[in-house]
């Protein structure tokens, strides 16, 4: 029988396997969300969408710097997976709202609701705690 590469040996615990491919469907939809944000902003500015693009990570960057104590202390608080399924659901509402965007601003609303609803936002604390109850089978 042949061995798999070392690096994928991680990959036999079913519990991990899961957790693997859910963040990589995580990242994916993460990256398809800025690029539909990058072409919705130039669908509504057109040679002026990367000022647009440039101010909205603004605006995340520095909602992030003000946000991450308190989201901390919420994730100390709260049970993780119900954290993690109630982001990724309204992460999920918010996505489905581009469509209905037709102005500027709306971009900036919509980048402003993605930040508490991100995963960056409990990523430190929630996913070291979340890889280790996947593997403990918490």
């Not at 990589?24 to 000022?51: H, M, Q, R």
């Not at 901390?72 to 209905?100: W, Y």
Request: aromatic share 6%.
């Amino acid at each position: 029988m042949t061995q798999a590469p070392r690096l994928l040996q991680c990959l036999r615990n079913p519990t991990f396997a899961r957790l693997y491919a859910a963040q990589t469907i995580n990242l994916v939809g993460d990256a398809l969300t800025w690029l539909g944000l990058a072409l919705l902003a130039f669908e509504l500015a057109g040679e002026k969408a990367g000022l647009i693009l440039s101010g909205a990570l603004t605006l995340r960057v520095a909602a992030y710097v003000v946000l991450s104590p308190l989201a901390g202390a919420i994730a100390d608080r709260v049970d993780r997976k119900r954290i993690m399924v109630i982001t990724h659901l309204a992460r999920m509402v918010i996505v489905c709202l581009l469509p209905f965007v037709t102005q500027i601003w709306q971009i900036y609303a919509i980048v402003l609701a993605l930040l508490p609803a991100s995963k960056n936002k409990f990523g430190t604390s929630l996913g070291r705690s979340s890889r280790s109850m996947s593997i403990n089978g918490g």
